[in-house]
């Protein structure tokens, strides 16, 4: 069996580990959603330097003052640190204190899940914080240790952090926001540990995305190369299974219930426009009353769980913007495994797995189209691929019903490509006179493009000979996903 290694991340490792090798004070800040690797990227960091200062390492939990104390005392227990030099704190003052002459001996002091500190009732203690900060700053160059504060909350650690009116605001030294994976180095995972082919990457990110953790706990399982019953049974549904409560502990837990309605609608009628979200939640709530704009704020502006997309080219007011889920596993976990685990006790557990299953073929159609524009950024970024981008890949559609899943375009050449998108490649093929008609309407709407060269693709996860020729007879340019990774 190979060896699990440290994927992706070389930029972000760099930084730190430049950051870790100043022996001088820093205070730091790593956000990025839960499971994203902002823990594991500080270890690798240490390891590359080959660091031997002391690391002291908690997470701090969603309770009250007292609650942060027994967690800071398990802490100081857990990594060995000597009570008769650093004395248990009792409170949140001798707290503050504590850590200011830790960083001061040189520890590496890392606080996980710190947006929590913006609770109420933790104004004084990061009032505390702050004057220690600042006395370690002015003595940076003797002071050899460091805080490292990490956040999954991107919104509270901005109101903790960069807020004017916070007391820790512009005390931040180096800062590192740690995103999914690409899909290079998601396709080395595979080529690893599984089978690079299209049907898995897309089967993989679709659940997992590029959360380094999820694809770990599979590799852990034995089952990253199983085929796809397997890995979701042992993954999902048996009592020890990894994943069987991560949505609710690691996301919906801290919604505390509040906006499960709209979750569930987003993930499972993805792309649709606020007025059907409206209506839809009216009736299943029963109340012809119910406003939902106060929670789509809250879940696109906080928690970034859903996104507002408006049709590429379309003004930053137009009123065609559509809902989307931002991270795939919650979606699937919401569109298609939450009821079926659900229902472990009641029903046999391989019927189960089908019917889930089935779910997640059906969801794998709209990531397949998020799928291709990631390849397509992430390609040009680098260089690579056949379309250089001046802007991001986006769709288009209108009040007229015209549907266009992919629309990528180059300014330097004055080039536009529009692509169909379907997981089938028989639909992609039965749908050509369709997809052509939508961009003709397209072209009539938006006259500017018909100077441009105008080009036509089709994207399917795999294409064989047969069909290829078939979307060239056309003057469709065919690709699939072997074709859109064959440099990862």
């Known amino acids: 069996m190979t060896p699990w290694k440290f994927y992706g991340r070389k930029e972000q490792l760099a930084v730190l580990a430049d950051l870790l090798s100043r022996k001088r004070w820093f205070f730091a800040k790593v956000t990025g959603r839960r499971r994203i690797g902002k823990t594991t990227l500080i270890q690798e960091a240490l390891h590359t330097i080959g660091s031997t200062q002391p690391v002291f390492y908690?997470?701090?939990?969603?309770?009250?003052?007292?609650?942060?104390?027994?967690?800071?005392?398990?802490?100081?227990?857990?990594?060995?640190?000597?009570?008769?030099?650093?004395?248990?704190?009792?409170?949140?003052p001798q707290l503050a204190k504590l850590l200011e002459t830790m960083a001061e001996d040189g520890y590496i002091i890392v606080l996980d899940e710190f947006q929590y500190f913006n609770r109420k009732g933790y104004e004084h203690f990061c009032s505390l914080?702050?004057?220690?900060?600042d006395r370690l700053s002015a003595k940076a160059e003797r002071v050899t240790g460091g805080l490292i504060v990490l956040g999954s909350v991107y919104t509270e650690m901005t109101a903790l952090l960069e807020d004017r009116t916070a007391p820790l605001y512009?005390?931040?030294?180096?800062?590192?926001?740690?995103?999914?994976l690409d899909i290079q180095s998601i396709r080395a995972i595979m080529r690893d540990h599984a089978d690079a082919s299209p049907e898995r990457l897309l089967f993989l990110w679709n659940l997992f995305e590029g959360v380094p953790k999820f694809y770990r706990d599979c590799y852990e399982q034995g089952v990253l190369a199983a085929d796809r019953p397997t890995l979701l049974r042992r993954i999902f549904f048996e009592s020890s299974s990894p994943l069987r409560s991560e949505a609710e502990n690691g996301f919906l837990r801290?919604?505390?219930?509040?906006?499960?309605?709209?979750?569930?609608?987003?993930?499972?009628?993805?792309?649709?426009?606020?007025?059907?979200?409206?209506?839809?939640?009216?009736?299943?709530?029963?109340?012809?009353?119910?406003?939902?704009?106060?929670?789509?704020?809250?879940l696109i502006e906080r928690f970034?769980?859903?996104?507002?997309?408006?049709?590429?080219?379309?003004?930053?007011?137009?009123?065609?913007?559509?809902?989307?889920m931002t991270d795939n596993f919650l979606r699937s976990w919401l569109a298609a495994l939450a009821t079926p685990v659900s229902?472990?006790?009641?029903?046999?557990?391989?019927?189960l797995v089908r019917e889930a299953d089935q779910r997640l073929a059906d969801v794998e159609g709209g990531t397949l189209e998020k799928l291709v524009a990631q390849l397509y950024e992430e390609r040009s970024r680098k260089g690579q691929g056949d379309f250089p981008l001046t802007q991001r890949v986006e769709g288009y559609w209108d009040r007229a019903d015209t549907e266009i899943d992919l629309v990528a375009v180059n300014e330097t050449t004055g080039t536009i490509r529009f692509g169909s998108c379907k997981r089938s490649a028989v639909k992609l093929l039965s749908d050509i006179n369709r997809f052509r008609q939508h961009v003709e309407r397209f072209l009539t709407t938006m006259r500017?493009?018909?100077?441009?060269n105008v080009q036509y693709v089709g994207i399917a996860p795999v294409l064989y000979d047969e069909q290829r020729a078939i979307l060239v007879r056309h003057e469709i340019l065919p690709q699939d996903l072997n074709d859109l990774t064959a440099d990862a």
């Open 58 to 92: 908690v997470q701090i939990p969603d309770s009250e003052p007292a609650g942060v104390i027994s967690a800071i005392h398990d802490g100081l227990d857990a990594f060995r640190v000597p009570a008769e030099k650093y004395p248990h704190p009792q409170d949140l």
């Open 129 to 133: 914080l702050q004057a220690a900060v």
């Open 170 to 180: 512009n005390r931040i030294t180096d800062t590192i926001d740690l995103t999914h």
């Open 254 to 298: 801290e919604l505390r219930g509040r906006y499960d309605v709209v979750l569930k609608y987003v993930a499972r009628n993805p792309g649709h426009m606020h007025n059907e979200l409206v209506a839809a939640i009216r009736e299943a709530s029963g109340n012809p009353d119910a406003q939902i704009g106060g929670y789509l704020k809250v």
């Open 304 to 324: 970034r769980l859903i996104d507002k997309k408006l049709p590429v080219f379309a003004k930053p007011d137009a009123r065609k913007s559509r809902y989307y």
């Open 343 to 351: 229902a472990i006790a009641f029903r046999p557990i391989d019927s």
């Open 448 to 452: 500017k493009y018909q100077k441009w």
